[in-house]
Structure formats: structure tokens, C-alpha cells
């Protein structure tokens, strides 16, 4: 049982996945089946395709300068890390800096990264590779069947409760259902929405090294509450460090602060609505319980079960809850 706990989340995530894209694109077919009263398969063919084609086409768009980006990365991590050092060295207290040597530094990051490459963390790596290509896949697989049988397996699931509770959960589930669906849906319209305009002012107004990967990188941050946008700051920070002019500089951290202000003060609340209005010392909590002990699944789960959790409390207490 341990060994089984301790592979779950690599066994749950391709299923989780599908799953809850499944969830999102339910009732569009739903929608579209009572319109038509045309068999349900012919609507899931059509949807299944249709999120395939969405995966597939920013891959076959992108994933050229995606790959030459990390090429180029790779090949200037030396010179960048030197000078990433160096920068820091001069934050040092003037008492400290003639005891800081920033190049041996460097060069001993770049030695341990080596011994580590050659003592096997890069087939450890190329394995996580391959795993995360046959999750994609299987993913997709399980997806189909999601779309096309997920009401006769949410009924299976159901009918695993007892009798006597079946009325209660079906109360439940009926509140939560729709707080689940627009969670996950205003997250991708989040990720969307933050990656496009990084990539515009990255590539177009900025002219930034790297600005698909690092657009994708920021709007993925997105999914990781209070820490992603503190670490999306640091990325600015880095960019600005790179060697960008005093106006690039400015306008970068503008920039930054004025998508964070649109998120929080427009998007966020339009997509998302009440469905994550948790205190903050509560999705720290619950995003941290969630990666350490599910990993990625952990991460994405945290703050709607976290909101699912309270929403179940304010029906059995049947009091007003406490923000």
C-alpha cells in the first residue's frame, strides 16, 4: 500500500486530466445532444477533435522556436549564470564583497551540474520525458472514453454511496458541480489570457530573448496560487538583469504590474467568480498539503477542494461561513 501511495500521483494524473477536460466540454455536448437528439458520440467525436486540434495546433506553431529557445538557453547558461552571480555578489554588505570570488562560484554550479548529468540525472530526465509523451497520450485516450461514457461512470460513482446518503450527496454535488466547472474553466481562460499578453509585450514591444517559452512560462505559473505570480516578478527581474536598458526596465515592471492588476481586478473575478475566495492562509495551506503529498495533482486540486471542503461545512452547519 505505501509503494501504491507513493505512485499515485504518476498512476491518477493522465486520468485527472482527461477527466477535467471531460468536465469542461460535458456541457457544451450535452447542449448540443438535447438540441439535435442525434446520438451522443457524434458530438463527443466532434469535441474530442476539436480540443485535439487546440493542443496540437499551438505545438505545431510554436514548438520549433519553443525548442530553439531552449536550445539557446542551454548553450548561454554559462555566460548567463557568470553574470546572474556576479549581480548578486554586488547585493553583498561591503564587508563581504572582497570575500566573494562570484566566478568560482559559477564555475562550481556548472562543475556540480555536469557530475550530475554524468552520474545519470539526464536519463533520469529523458525518462521523465518519455513518461510525460505516453501521459499525453494516454490522456487523450482516456478522454475520448470520458466524453463519451462520463455520465454512466459519475452514475457508477454514485451508486457506490449508500442508500440511506445518496439524497445528501446529490445536494452537495449539486452546489459543487458548478463551482468545479467554472474553477477550471476560468483557470484555462486565466493561463490563455496571461500567456497571450506576455508574449506580446515579450516579443513585440520588448523585444525579450525567448518570449514564447518565457510567455508559456508565466501564463503556466498562473495555476500556482500567490507563489506563481511572486515567481512570474522574479522572471521580470531576471529579464531586466540580462541587460535590458533603464526604459526596457521600467516598462517591463509596468508591464508586470499592470497584468497582475487586471487579473486580480478583472479577469480573475469575471472567470472564476466566488468559486476561489479563500483566505490566503488557507490556499497556502492547501497548496502545499497538495504538492507534497499528490504532486502535480495535489497542485492543481488544492484550492478547489480546499473551496469544495467549505462549501461542504456551510451545509452540514448550515451556518454562515467565516472568510
Request: hydrophobic fraction near 60%.
Amino acid at each position: 500500500i505505501p509503494v501504491l501511495l507513493f505512485y499515485t500521483p504518476y498512476i491518477l494524473t493522465p486520468s485527472f486530466l482527461a477527466a477535467a477536460l471531460a468536465f469542461l466540454m460535458t456541457p457544451a455536448i450535452d447542449w448540443m445532444e438535447r438540441r439535435s437528439h442525434a446520438p451522443r458520440w457524434i458530438f463527443a467525436s466532434m469535441v474530442y477533435l476539436l480540443v485535439q486540434d487546440i493542443i496540437v495546433l499551438p505545438i505545431i506553431l510554436f514548438g520549433g522556436s519553443l525548442l530553439q529557445d531552449l536550445s539557446k538557453v542551454a548553450a548561454q547558461l554559462p555566460k548567463m549564470l557568470h553574470k546572474y552571480v556576479g549581480e548578486l555578489a554586488r547585493l553583498a554588505p561591503p564587508s563581504m564583497a572582497g570575500s566573494i570570488d562570484s566566478n568560482r562560484i559559477a564555475d562550481g554550479i556548472l562543475s556540480q551540474a555536469r557530475t550530475s548529468l554524468k552520474s545519470g540525472a539526464a536519463l533520469t530526465f529523458a525518462g521523465y520525458g518519455i513518461g510525460v509523451f505516453f501521459g499525453i497520450i494516454l490522456s487523450m485516450v482516456v478522454f475520448a472514453y470520458f466524453l463519451i461514457s462520463g455520465k454512466r461512470i459519475a452514475a457508477g460513482v454514485f451508486w457506490m454511496v449508500p442508500p440511506e446518503y445518496r439524497r445528501e450527496v446529490d445536494a452537495v454535488a449539486a452546489k459543487i458541480l458548478p463551482l468545479l466547472w467554472r474553477y477550471f474553466f476560468g483557470l484555462l481562460v486565466v493561463v490563455c489570457y496571461t500567456s497571450f499578453l506576455a508574449w506580446l509585450a515579450f516579443g513585440l514591444v520588448f523585444h525579450v530573448p525567448h518570449a514564447p517559452l518565457l510567455a508559456l512560462t508565466v501564463g503556466v505559473l498562473e495555476l500556482i496560487p500567490l507563489i506563481g505570480p511572486a515567481i512570474t516578478f522574479v522572471i521580470v527581474g531576471l529579464i531586466s538583469a540580462h541587460g535590458a536598458s533603464l526604459p526596457g526596465t521600467v516598462g517591463l515592471f509596468a508591464f508586470a504590474v499592470a497584468l497582475r492588476l487586471s487579473l486580480d481586478e478583472l479577469v480573475a473575478p469575471l472567470v472564476l467568480g466566488q468559486a476561489a475566495r479563500l483566505h490566503p492562509a488557507m490556499i497556502i495551506f492547501a497548496f502545499l498539503s497538495g504538492g507534497v503529498l499528490f504532486g502535480i495533482i495535489g497542485l492543481l486540486l488544492a484550492v478547489p477542494v480546499a473551496a469544495s471542503i467549505k462549501i461542504i461545512l456551510t451545509i452540514y452547519y448550515a451556518e454562515p461561513v467565516i472568510d
